[in-house]
């Protein structure tokens, strides 16, 4: 095999390799989901899956992550995110209001609800029980918020998917976003703390930079033999 046979071939066995390395993301309307690490990433931004701060307050999660770089998720953010995975209707960035958007029955498991709790984690289920639901109930909570009118109160996302319980039938998928009555103090066992941080920017790949480095090598040897 000619050197330069050899280089291609050795750079499809390396791409090959990079595209298994990302066997574990799931992306979806501009966001990408890493299962091994439980970051989101979209739009210039992480977001650590909010089972990770389950039952966390605020002043809690920024002690443990904030050495990392990890912030709270301003109102602008949150609702660009929400808005992005298209939960049935378009929130805006009030902290001094409720909303609640209510969406009908959707057919199978990869409606955005179901994107949605899988990206951003399960953080309350219920099955199962005296009252049993033959679709079970998935819900994701988070705390989150800039407090920029200065009262020290932040605001609260719920959702869950639709459900079926024996009882009452058939329910629709539902978001709330809860007006600013969070302190950084306060928790919620069935939620988390919605904490962001800027994408790193990335360093040069080591396939990329291996294969320019044979190239290198291959060109050297041309001019040698020349």
């Known amino acids: 095999m000619s050197f330069s046979k050899w280089i291609v071939a050795t750079g499809l066995i390396l791409s090959l390799v990079s595209v298994s390395s990302k066997a574990g993301v799931i992306e979806y309307s501009g966001y990408s989901h890493d299962d091994t690490t439980n970051i989101v990433s979209g739009n210039g931004l992480e977001w650590l899956q909010w089972t990770e701060t389950l039952g966390q307050s605020i002043d809690s999660a920024l002690t443990s992550y904030a050495p990392s770089g990890w912030r709270l998720a301003t109102n602008e953010e949150m609702t ?4 992005s995975f298209d939960l049935g209707g378009s929130f805006i960035g009030d902290e001094n209001i409720s909303q609640t958007i209510n969406r009908g029955l959707t057919a199978g498991e990869d409606d955005s609800h179901n994107y949605f709790t899988s990206f951003f984690g399960d953080t309350y289920t219920a099955a ?8 079970i109930y998935e819900s994701s909570q988070a705390i989150f918020g800039d407090d920029s009118d200065g009262d020290s109160f932040y605001n609260s996302f719920f959702m869950h998917d ?6 009452l039938g058939p329910v629709g998928a539902r978001s709330i976003l809860f007006e600013d009555d969070v302190s950084i103090h306060d928790t919620n066992v069935q939620g988390g703390i919605a904490l962001v941080r800027t994408i790193p920017v990335p360093e040069p790949g080591t396939i990329p930079l291996l294969l320019l480095g044979l190239l290198g090598l291959h060109s050297a040897r041309k001019t040698i033999k020349s």
């Open 80 to 83: 660009e995110l929400l808005n």
């Open 128 to 135: 199962g029980g005296t009252h049993p639901f033959p679709d």
């Open 162 to 167: 639709d459900f079926d319980h024996h009882d």
